[in-house]
Nanobody
Framework: QVQLVESGGGSVQAGGSLRLSCVAS????????MSWFRQGLGKEREFVAA?????????????YYVDSVKGRFTISRNNAKNTMSLQMNSLKPEDTAVYYC???????????????????WGQGTQVTVSS
């Protein structure tokens, strides 16, 4: 059974930092692109950041961010541990949302910001930023 489990959410003041983690189990995701999405209260789910899968044992990963988080958030992955992280710095109240980890199907290494392209989803972790 494939599972994605997020952790690391919480409440911080504006300007603070949080680090979200996503642990995958049930299969290896090294060849699959993975992303973070978020959904604020009463808002549509939106793309935050993506990291590509590995096409070979020596290839690195590419990353892609929504403009509103560029320079503040950093996505990374550890294929050996089947994990993905999102380091969030200089947090703003508008970053408040439930953050979801998502993974594409095995072998789908390319980046995409379309939630329809992601096959697996975590349950979400709440991030609250107060002003």
């Amino acid at each position: 059974q494939v599972q994605l489990v997020e952790s690391g959410g919480g409440s911080v003041q504006a300007g603070g930092s949080l680090r979200l983690s996503c642990v995958a189990s049930g299969r290896t995701f090294s060849s699959a692109a993975m992303s973070w999405f978020r959904q604020g209260l009463g808002k549509e789910r939106e793309f935050v950041a993506a990291i590509s899968g590995s096409r070979s044992s020596w290839s690195g990963s590419s990353t892609y961010y929504v403009d509103s988080v560029k320079g503040r958030f950093t996505i990374s992955r550890n294929n050996a541990k089947n994990t993905m992280s999102l380091q969030m710095n200089s947090l703003k109240p508008e970053d408040t949302a439930v953050y979801y980890c998502a993974a594409r199907a095995s072998g789908s290494w390319a980046l995409t910001d379309s939630d329809h392209e992601y096959e697996y989803w975590g349950q979400g972790t709440q991030v609250t930023v107060s002003s």
